[in-house]
């Protein structure tokens, strides 16, 4: 996989963290499949990147979009060597003031989306025997987070489910491996804290809970991204990586 012919299939790419992961895998000569609910959004992401990329409205949860989006981006790219899983929704609610509907909400995106873009783009790597795989979770589903019981049941889920795939498809060069975040500076968390009515008390606790005393931003988190879809991450798979500033150390 060379980095200035291989093309990246980046879910949730036009938001705060999938932007960045876009601008950077962009920097590195690969053509970018910027994947967003949000076909606006995308479209944005995708000048800003220059020509050679390509944005697409997606809704991850539904397996036979996803399949056909795949199919256009391998007609109008090329094969995709990188599949990036960044898309993601939460909310803060106590578990038992959950509902069925809030589940499978939380779960169709978090972890249905990601096996729909697995089973969709793994056997064209098998075939070709290379790529790279890499789904971002969070430290709620290490550690467990308080109101975020669905979310961090989700995002566990996509932890051993990526182990179980890089054991199954190491022996064909390819590696998939997961990036947990801490607590990022992102619209979503900002909103999910003014929804609880504590707003920048919220992100002020949370500030001061890390040892590196701030929030990442989402330029923290995709370096860590582009290193696993990175040649010099050929030999390591099934792995977990927490980009959190300290707060979590286990």
């Known amino acids: 996989m060379t980095a200035n012919t291989s093309v990246a299939f980046v879910t949730g790419g036009a938001g705060a963290i999938g932007a960045a992961v876009c601008r950077a895998l962009a920097d590195t000569g690969a053509q970018i499949a910027v994947v967003d609910l949000d076909q606006q959004a995308a479209d944005t992401v995708t000048a800003e990147l220059g020509s050679g990329h390509l944005g697409i409205a997606l809704d991850v949860a ?31 609610v106590p578990f038992v003031d959950t509902t069925p509907d809030f589940w499978d909400r939380v779960i169709d995106v978090n972890y249905r989306g990601t096996l729909n873009t697995v089973h969709a783009i793994l056997p064209g790597m098998i075939e070709r025997e290379r790529g790279r795989i890499v789904s971002v979770a969070s430290d709620a589903a290490r550690v467990g987070s308080s109101l975020e019981s669905i979310y961090a049941g989700a995002k566990g ?9 890089a054991r199954e498809v190491a022996k064909h060069g390819i590696s998939v491996n997961v990036v947990c975040p801490g607590p990022t500076d992102t619209p979503l968390i900002r909103g999910m804290a003014d929804e609880l009515g504590s707003g920048d008390r919220f992100v002020d606790a949370l500030t001061r809970a ?14 860590a991204i582009v290193f696993f879809a990175s040649d010099g991450a050929a030999f390591i798979t099934g792995q977990t990586l927490s980009v959190s500033g300290g707060l979590t150390m286990t």
């Open 62 to 92: 539904d397996t036979d979009a996803v399949r056909a989006a795949v199919e256009r981006v391998e007609a109008e790219l090329g094969p995709i060597d990188t599949l990036i899983n960044v898309a993601g929704w939460d909310r803060f």
């Open 157 to 165: 889920a996509v932890i051993s489910f990526s182990k179980s795939v």
């Open 210 to 223: 890390i040892p590196m005393r701030r929030l990442a931003e989402p330029e923290d988190i995709a370096p």
